[in-house]
């Protein structure tokens, strides 16, 4: 596998590739990247990820300098699951100047995730476009467990006509059920043993609503919401949208899916569940 650090040289080792399979990510790479990785084989013969802690997509108090940063180890697993080129580039490599100009996403970066996280989407589209522009991939996969920025990807993609096919991979979960995630480090033990419960939780409500319909819905949150309140989470939000838009249940026979954001501790948790 090569790697590089800098966008001159990244581009020239890829110069006369004519289908490129990329997997952006932060790093602290876990088997629900890796399994990015191998699903990116299929669609092309070559597989470019990225590893890049993305400072525009943090906000203020949150876990940019904390976040987990282990280039060996993640250049290790990568070569190892066959892909092809890794570009990890500095900080300085990537932004050599204050980075001015901004993909701002519609108002659609400001529910659920975004409430919470003001900033965050626009930071990610931003980050998004431009690794785009230097790998110029045919293909791009994300997670599921994102649920809300594969969304503004596939949108920004369509919107923008970008030549890229987004393909969205189902989330990868531990034995118990929790949504590998690189915050999971985080988690101290007791907490590690509670954080299951989200998953349970969402599944929980899923047959709740089959069970008693969707004009029970702002209850069967509630429920659901009290749920974890009452095992020491701090529930940003849990609610039952469409998955066509993430906006609340309005039209009959609208797919729905769930998606929540809660706290246990100091380490904040997203997960979703379609239905
Ligand atoms: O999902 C992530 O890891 C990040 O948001 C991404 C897409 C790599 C952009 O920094």
């Not at 596998?1 to 399979?21: D, E, F, N, V, Y």
């Not at 250049?75 to 580039?89: I, N, Q, R």
């Not at 110029?136 to 006509?161: N, S």
Request: hydrophobic content about 40%; overall charge neutral.
């Amino acid at each position: 596998m090569q790697t590089h650090h800098q966008i001159p040289a990244l581009r020239q080792s890829l110069q006369g590739k004519t289908r490129i399979a990329f997997v952006p990510t932060m790093g602290n790479l876990h088997e629900g990247h890796l399994t990015l990785m191998r699903a990116a084989r299929k669609y092309a013969e070559t597989v470019v990820a990225s590893i890049f802690v993305n400072r525009l997509q943090f906000g203020v108090g949150e876990d940019f300098e904390q976040y987990p940063r282990t280039l060996r180890t993640d250049s290790e697993k990568l070569a190892a699951t066959g892909v092809d080129a890794l570009f990890a580039p500095s900080e300085n490599d990537f932004y050599p100047e204050p980075q001015g100009y901004f993909v701002e996403p519609p108002d659609f970066q400001h529910l659920l995730e975004g409430e919470f996280r003001p900033g965050h989407f626009r930071g990610v589209a931003t980050v998004v476009l431009k690794l785009f522009n230097c790998v110029q991939p045919q293909v791009a996969l994300f997670g599921k467990k994102d649920y809300q920025q594969l969304m503004l990807i596939r949108a920004m993609t369509r919107q923008l006509a970008l030549p890229i096919e987004i393909v969205g991979v189902d989330t990868v979960r531990a034995p118990d059920g929790l949504a590998l995630s690189s915050r999971n480090n985080y988690l101290a033990p007791a907490e590690r043993a509670e954080a299951p419960r989200l998953y349970q939780t969402l599944n929980e409500l899923k047959a709740d609503l089959l069970r008693e319909g969707l004009d029970k819905r702002e209850i069967l949150e509630q429920k659901a919401r009290k749920n974890l309140d009452k095992h020491g989470w701090k529930t940003d939000y849990l609610a039952v949208r469409q998955q066509s838009d993430l906006q609340l249940p309005s039209l009959a026979g609208q797919k729905l899916v769930i998606v929540a954001a809660a706290r246990l501790g100091q380490t904040r948790l997203i997960d979703n569940l379609e239905i």
